[in-house]
């Protein structure tokens, strides 16, 4: 395949419209959806009918042809697509953002048609997440219609959205104690411990869910054998306990204790800062002691991403 010349933006050129086409997949990496979390979601209409809304939104289509490039479309206000009522079976339809370009495929004129419109595959496969081979389009819903069902609800819509290059933000916290901190055996109660684990952290407003990694190391078992639990907290919502089984006796020894979760971000988070600090269960069947001190390391990694909302 020879090189398309002239390289886009040559002063004097003529430029293909594939070219431009081209610059947009670049830019996108070659990746295709939605912009933003709630770009051209799918919802029932104001007053449930025979059709679903699409809202605002922006996306980037990739052709289906190589060298084909990639398309971006916008919507401004709710766009109203209509659905076919179902008969006496169930039927599941795929709500798309679809490009038609007449140097691909169809006959729409440019002139006097709409190349990129909303459309309905109909009676697809009721697990469908992706447009039919060969179409240049991107899933936004699947409507999973009861049988002899005319009116559209929200129940019924499946987000199949994909955003096109979703927003990661990672930081790195530390703390480092420079006070004792002991735990006591034997109550069998949820501790906001050790109080060294706590941060402040700012909540991107585009964030739905959030990687927390809190490594503890240098944290001393002493006294006797420990049965512990440990979990993180962010904002409120609570992650998976982990847990601190030690059965070497009564000498001072150091472990690290690392714990993991996938905590997805409310709406009312997004945005603000929360806290994430650790907590500490004693187990009553064992009698030894957790402790914290100059010796100990915290270290918590928290990573929020961006998904459809």
């Known amino acids: ?97 679809r490009v038609e370009d007449p140097e691909y495929e169809g006959t729409r004129s440019p002139e006097t048609d709409e190349i990129g419109y909303f459309h309905v595959v109909s009676n697809v496969s009721a697990s469908t997440t992706t447009v039919p081979a060969g179409m240049t389009a991107i899933p936004l ?22 955003i096109a290059n979703p927003r990661r933000d990672r930081k790195l916290y530390t703390a480092f104690p420079n006070t ?54 962010i904002g409120g919502t609570t992650g998976q306990h982990i847990s601190i089984d030690d059965d070497q006796g009564n000498n001072t020894r150091r472990n690290t204790v690392v714990l993991a979760d996938s905590i997805p971000i409310s709406a009312a988070q997004r945005g603000t800062t929360v806290p994430i600090h650790t907590e500490t269960y004693m187990h009553r069947s064992e009698t030894g002691d957790l402790v914290t001190d100059g010796a100990t390391t915290f270290i918590l990694d928290v990573e929020f991403t961006e998904g459809p909302v």
């Open 180 to 233: 004792h901190s002991t735990l006591n055996y034997s109550d069998n109660t949820w501790h906001v411990w050790p109080p060294a684990s706590r941060w402040n952290v700012a909540v991107p407003p585009w964030a739905t869910s959030a990687k927390l990694v809190t490594t503890i190391t240098g944290l001393a078992l002493r006294r006797a054998d420990v049965f512990a639990w440990m979990r993180q907290i």
């Open 1 to 97: 395949m020879t090189l398309i010349n002239p390289p886009l933006l040559t002063h004097g050129g003529t430029h293909e419209a594939r070219a431009f086409r081209m610059m947009v997949r670049d830019l996108a990496r070659g990746s295709q959806g939605v912009t933003e979390g709630d770009d051209l979601k799918v919802r029932q209409l104001s007053t449930p009918a025979a059709g679903v809304r699409v809202v605002d939104g922006s996306a980037v289509i990739r052709g289906a042809a190589w060298g084909q490039g990639s398309y971006t479309q916008y919507n401004v206000g709710d766009a109203v697509v209509p659905v076919a009522p179902t008969a006496a079976s169930t039927r599941s339809d795929l709500v798309c953002l």
């Open 141 to 162: 819903a699947r409507i999973d219609i009861p049988a002899n069902t005319a009116v559209i609800t929200d129940s019924m819509i499946k987000d199949v959205r994909r």
